[in-house]
């Protein structure tokens, strides 16, 4: 398939992903109308929504990144190509390569790294460079022994094993009775993060094919691949890939679920693929892998981790295995300033702020998603551990806010979004989301009594049944840490943003 071969190849490849789906179709059908000669291939998203639609013009190991093309540039960009030129005029990067993959080295597609990544915008969707799964299904063991000794954890919190090794999961499952099934939990559902959705949108072969893989090294019989109902690219994109890979007689089926942010919860996320019209998290233990999908051993991952297991079953030697958090962490970053969503990967050991293109200038951010930790610094490497011990989240997710932010305002907003959208199954997370959104309220009458939310908090995040509540104080707890002064002027009638009407 032309979107797999080298930069040698004279190609015009159009990224389409959902955020600009009519203009880059509109892009990529004026294209090929333009083409006699040379290939157009639709590829999947970049990563970077700033620069859609973009296209890369490609021959002789060199690539012209064109962002933010309209039809009429598209047919200039294909007439210069078959004329025998890289068209570089106007570019917003010319990269060089002879590995096959021309990408540029500085702006958004250049931060951090592009391993996981390196074939978003490069390669059409249902394209396979090698079927690893292929591999594993021949050395099964090597596989599972490989993952575990490189302690390779989960990523995202729809995962089975979010922070976790996920070869114990592996074993687990395993051992337990019944046929297992792997699912790819791909309903990510936070508008705030967004490499799931990039992953599914254009690299979906990958992630099918590191399912693949895992089904072979947990002896699993079938991969069901969960989506959210609304992401309509990703469920098209999947069934494509479906379609493309050598499942090698494992079954795949393709399900989706509501656009909804509990139902990317692990246990939900089952509840929602055998049909249940109300979603409550599972009390565990026992947790997925002993009794999951229709009480058979499961295993969950988010299409991040299958792309990172895959990643690591390609080049086990790019890994870093004795750190404590081996490989890559996909973060989007949004929020005041930035100009479009932008999905970047960073090794684990790099800092957070290497995600933040220069000048993107924020009062705090909120890492980790929904109920991400509030910051004043980026200056945080993006392992696990070390985003664990500075209270951020793992989650990929960077949302950035200027300063005309308030952080109270913030953490009630997040606050109400516990009590709103929380399954109602567990009291702690049902009523203690209901009384972190009253004393924040309390600030705003005089009386700030941050040991008491403190308390709450800690209750709510080791009593909840599942990560929702767990992870819900997480904006209170770390927006008090960074920012309790401006909090508490808010009892002292002020809001030093002048954000919160009722205090100004
Ligand atoms: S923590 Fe919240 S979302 Fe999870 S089971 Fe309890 S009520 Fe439901």
Redesign the pocket.
Known sequence: MVGTEAATTPAIRVAVGSAEHDRANGVLEAAREAATDVHIVETGPTGAAALAPVVLATADDRTAVHANVSPDRARELVETLEAGDVPTDDAHAVAESDEGISMPKTGPLAAGQRHVLARCGWAAPAALDESLAERARDEPEDLFEAVAGAGLLGRGRGDGHTDESIAEGWETARRSDGETVVVVNGNESDPAVGGDRLLLESRPAEVLDGALAVAAAVEATDVVVYLNEDDDLAAQRVREAVENVDAGGTEIDVVAGPDRY?AG?MT?ALEAMEGADRL??RLRPPGPSEVGLYGRPTVVHTPRTLAQVRAFAAAPDEFETSAADPGSRLLTVTGDGVTGPTTVELATDTALAEAVADGEEYKMACVGGRFGGITRSLDVPASAPALAGARLGTEGGIELFDGATCALEFAGARAKF?RE??????????EG?KQLVELLRDVYDGNFQPSELRELSRVVAES???????A?PRPVTTAMDAFEREIAAHAEGRCPSGVCTETN
């Not at 959208?421 to 049902?430: K, Q």
């Not at 909840?464 to 767990?470: A, D, L, M, P, V």
């Open positions: 509990i919860e939900m409550e998290a516990a959208a929380n399954c109602g199954r567990c009291v702690p997370c049902r989301s909840s049944t599942c990560e929702f509540g767990q819900a």
